[in-house]
C-alpha cells in the first residue's frame, strides 16, 4: 500500500507542478501568451520582463508555493518509522515530480518553463537555512549584475557548497540533490549562457514601474 500512497503523491506533485500560473495569468488577465514573447519561457521571469511586477510577483509566489506544497504531500504517506535519508529520498522525489510538471506542464501542452522558482520552493521545504543562503546570495548577485539568470546560476552553485562543505554529514542524499539540482539549472540556462557571453542577455529594470 505504500507504493500506492507514494506513486500518488507523485502523480498529485506532478500535476501541481503543472498548473502554468505565468500562461494562465498571461492570457486570463492581458490576453497574452508569454511563450511568444521575450524568451518564450513560461516561468516568473519572463512573466516579469513582458508583463512586468503586476503578474510577475503572483507568478513567482505561486512558482515557488507549488514546490513547497509538493514536498510537503510526504506528510499524507503512511510512515510508521523512516530514517533521515529516507524521509529526504521521499521530500526530493515529490519536489522533482513537481518541477517536472513545471517544466513539461500536462496542461499547457508540455511547454513550461525552466523551474527556478519551483526548485526554490522544493529547496526552501527540505532545507529552510541552504535555502535562505542561496536567496540572499541571489538577490547580492541580482543587485550587481541585474541578470537573473546569471544570478540564478549562482544561487545553484551556492547551494550544494552550503550542504556539502559548510553542513557536512547531514545526509548523503541531500549531497547528491543539491548537486544535481545545480547541473539542471545550469543546464534549463543554456540558451542565456549563449546570451550571456555574447552581451545579449535581458538585464533587470529596478527603475520600471510597469
Not at 498548473?19 to 486570463?28: F, L, M, Y
Amino acid at each position: 500500500m505504500l507504493i500506492f500512497y507514494i506513486v500518488l503523491c507523485c502523480v498529485v506533485a506532478y500535476l501541481l507542478g503543472s498548473i502554468p500560473s505565468a500562461i494562465w495569468v498571461g492570457k486570463k488577465f492581458y490576453n497574452i501568451d508569454v511563450r511568444e514573447h521575450g524568451s518564450k519561457n513560461a516561468g516568473a521571469t519572463n512573466t516579469f520582463r513582458v508583463l512586468g511586477k503586476k503578474a510577475g510577483i503572483p507568478v513567482l509566489i505561486f512558482d515557488i508555493l507549488k514546490g513547497f506544497a509538493a514536498v510537503q504531500l510526504v506528510q499524507l504517506l503512511p510512515l510508521d518509522s523512516f530514517s533521515t535519508d529516507l524521509l529526504i529520498s521521499l521530500n526530493i522525489l515529490l519536489g522533482a515530480c513537481a518541477v517536472l510538471g513545471h517544466i513539461f506542464p500536462v496542461f499547457a501542452n508540455f511547454k513550461g518553463g525552466k523551474g527556478v522558482a519551483t526548485v526554490t520552493g522544493v529547496v526552501a521545504a527540505i532545507h529552510p537555512l541552504a535555502w535562505l543562503v542561496s536567496t540572499i546570495v541571489f538577490l547580492i548577485a541580482l543587485l550587481i549584475s541585474r541578470y537573473v539568470s546569471l544570478s540564478s546560476m549562482i544561487a545553484a552553485i551556492t547551494f550544494p557548497i552550503i550542504i556539502v562543505f559548510v553542513l557536512p554529514d547531514y545526509s548523503r542524499v541531500l549531497d547528491i540533490f543539491s548537486i544535481g539540482i545545480a547541473f539542471l539549472i545550469i543546464a534549463t540556462h543554456r540558451k542565456n549562457i549563449e546570451r550571456l557571453i555574447k552581451k545579449e542577455e535581458s538585464r533587470v529594470n529596478f527603475g520600471s514601474k510597469k
